[in-house]
C-alpha cells in the first residue's frame, strides 16, 4: 500500500511539475522506522498549500488504532511563514493548533488535547519535487481525561504542560 501511495505522489509530481503550491509530507518513522525513530504523538500525515511566496495553510493528520488498547485520531490545522530562502534550504516559522481524541480501552478513559505549537521549520530541498524538512517547536497543551469506567469513584481530571516538541523528527514532502 506504501508503494502504491508512493508511485502515485511521485507520478503527480511529474504531471504538476510547472504549478508546486502544494505539498504532502509524511513521517519518515512511518516509511522507513528501521532508520528513523519519533514520538507516539508525532503527526503520520501532513497537507500543505501555498497562499502566496511566503504563506502557507497547512493541514496534518494522525491516527492510531490499536486491537481491545487504544484509538487516537487527531487534526492539525496551522499556518507557516517563509523568512529566508535559498538555492536548497528554506526556513519558515509558523503555529498549528492541533486537536486529538484518544480512547484508551484498557483504562476506560477518553481522552481530549487540545495545543498551541510555534514551530520553526527547516527544509532542504533535494529535487523540484522532493524535500526532506524537520519541525522542532514549544508545545503547550490542555488535557482534559474523562472517566468512563462506571465506577462510584470519578477519575476525570484536566491538566496542563509544556515544552519541546518534534524534536528530531524527520518529513518526507512531495510537491506538486
Not at 30 to 46: K, R, T
Not at 146 to 174: A, Q, T, Y
Amino acid at each position: 500500500m506504501i508503494r502504491l501511495f508512493f508511485a502515485f505522489i511521485f507520478s503527480s509530481s511529474f504531471l504538476f511539475a510547472q504549478d508546486k503550491k502544494n505539498q504532502i509530507y509524511l513521517n519518515a518513522d512511518d516509511v522507513v522506522p528501521a532508520l528513523f525513530s519519533s514520538q507516539a504523538s508525532a503527526y503520520n500525515l501532513g497537507y500543505r498549500r501555498l497562499i502566496n511566496d511566503e504563506k502557507t495553510l497547512r493541514f496534518g493528520l494522525k491516527y492510531f488504532y490499536e486491537d481491545d488498547n487504544e484509538f487516537t485520531i487527531g487534526i492539525k490545522p496551522g499556518i507557516d511563514f517563509m523568512f529566508n530562502n535559498s538555492k536548497k534550504w528554506k526556513f519558515f516559522y509558523g503555529l498549528d493548533t492541533p486537536f486529538e481524541y484518544s480512547n484508551n480501552f484498557q483504562s476506560e478513559r477518553k481522552y481530549y488535547k487540545i495545543a498551541l505549537i510555534p514551530f520553526f521549520r527547516v527544509e532542504y530541498v533535494v529535487s523540484q519535487s522532493f524535500s526532506i524538512s524537520t519541525e522542532p517547536g514549544l508545545f503547550f497543551e490542555i488535557l482534559k481525561i474523562k472517566d468512563v469506567d462506571g465506577s462510584p469513584i470519578d477519575n476525570s481530571n484536566s491538566s496542563f504542560s509544556s515544552g519541546i516538541s518534534n524534536l528530531g523528527i524527520l518529513n518526507l514532502n512531495f510537491s506538486f
